[in-house]
T-cell receptor
Framework: GAVVSQHPSRVICKSGTSVKIECRSL??????MFWYRQFPKQSLMLMAT?????????EQGVEKDKFLINHASLTLSTLTVTSAHPEDSSFYIC?????????????FGPGTRLTVT | DQQVKQNSPSLSVQEGRISILNCDYT??????FLWYKKYPAEGPTFLIS?????DKNEDGRFTVFLNKSAKHLSLHIVPSQPGDSAVYFC???????????FGRGTSLIVHP
C-alpha cells in the first residue's frame, strides 16, 4: 500500500514553545490530508481536513489559531502546535486519502508523540 | 452522537479460530466502509474496504460483510493469529466525502 511518513516520531518541548510536525505522502499525491489526535484508550479524533492549496477545515472545538495546518503541496502537510501546553501532550497522526478506480483508501502516518513539559 | 458504533470494546479469541468484529452505523448516507488495524503508538493500517454496492469483500484471511438493511458490517479474520492482536477501527464514508467517520475501536486479543 501507499506510504505516509511523519516527522518527528517523538518530540518533547517546553510549555509556551511551538512544535511543527510534518506529514508526507511518499509515493502518491494526496489531494486531501487529515490530522487526528488520539488520547489514551480512545478513538481517533479528527482535528482538521486540509486540501492542497486551500485553508484547512477544522472540526468543532479545535482551535485553528493553536493548531496551524499548512498543506503547501500534494505531498506535504504540516501541523504546528503553537504555544504548547501540557494538555496538548498527545499522539498526533496524519493521514492522506487516495481515490482510485472504484475505491477509496486512506493511509496513515506512524504518528508523532508530543510531550509538553 | 456516534454514527459509527463498535459496541464491543474488546474481543478475545483463540489462535486458529475465527475473529468476528462488528460495526453498526446509523447514517444511511454512508456508502463506503473501511477497516483499520492499529498497534499501540503506531498509525492505523488500512486492511480492507467495501462499497455499498457489494455485500462481501475478501482479501486473504480478511473478509468484510455488509448488511445494508441492518446497517451493519463485520470483519472476519480466519484463521486468527497472535499477530492480529490489535485495535480494529471501522470507518464509514458518505458519497463524495473525503472525511471518514470512525468508530471507537475494538481491541482484539488472539491468544495461543
Amino acid at each position: 500500500g501507499a506510504v505516509v511518513s511523519q516527522h518527528p516520531s517523538r518530540v518533547i518541548c517546553k510549555s509556551g514553545t511551538s512544535v511543527k510536525i510534518e506529514c508526507r505522502s511518499l509515493d502518491f499525491q494526496a489531494t486531501t490530508m487529515f490530522w487526528y489526535r488520539q488520547f489514551p484508550k480512545q478513538s481517533l479524533m479528527l482535528m482538521a481536513t486540509s486540501n492542497e492549496g486551500s485553508k484547512a477545515t477544522y472540526e468543532q472545538g479545535v482551535e485553528k489559531d493553536k493548531f496551524l495546518i499548512n498543506h503547501a503541496s500534494l505531498t506535504l502537510s504540516t501541523l504546528t502546535v503553537t504555544s504548547a501546553h501540557p494538555e496538548d501532550s498527545s499522539f498526533y497522526i496524519c493521514s492522506a486519502s487516495l481515490w482510485q478506480v472504484n475505491s477509496y483508501e486512506q493511509y496513515f502516518g506512524p504518528g508523532t508523540r508530543l510531550t509538553v513539559t | 452522537d456516534q454514527q459509527v458504533k463498535q459496541n464491543s470494546p474488546s474481543l478475545s479469541v483463540q489462535e486458529g479460530r475465527i475473529s468476528i468484529l462488528n460495526c453498526d452505523y446509523t447514517n444511511s448516507m454512508f456508502d463506503y466502509f473501511l477497516w483499520y488495524k492499529k498497534y499501540p503508538a503506531e498509525g492505523p493500517t488500512f486492511l480492507i474496504s467495501i462499497s455499498s454496492i457489494k455485500d462481501k469483500n475478501e482479501d486473504g484471511r480478511f473478509t468484510v460483510f455488509l448488511n445494508k438493511s441492518a446497517k451493519h458490517l463485520s470483519l472476519h479474520i480466519v484463521p486468527s493469529q497472535p499477530g492480529d492482536s490489535a485495535v480494529y477501527f471501522c470507518a464509514a464514508l458518505k458519497g463524495g466525502s473525503y472525511i471518514p467517520t470512525f468508530g471507537r475501536g475494538t481491541s482484539l486479543i488472539v491468544h495461543p
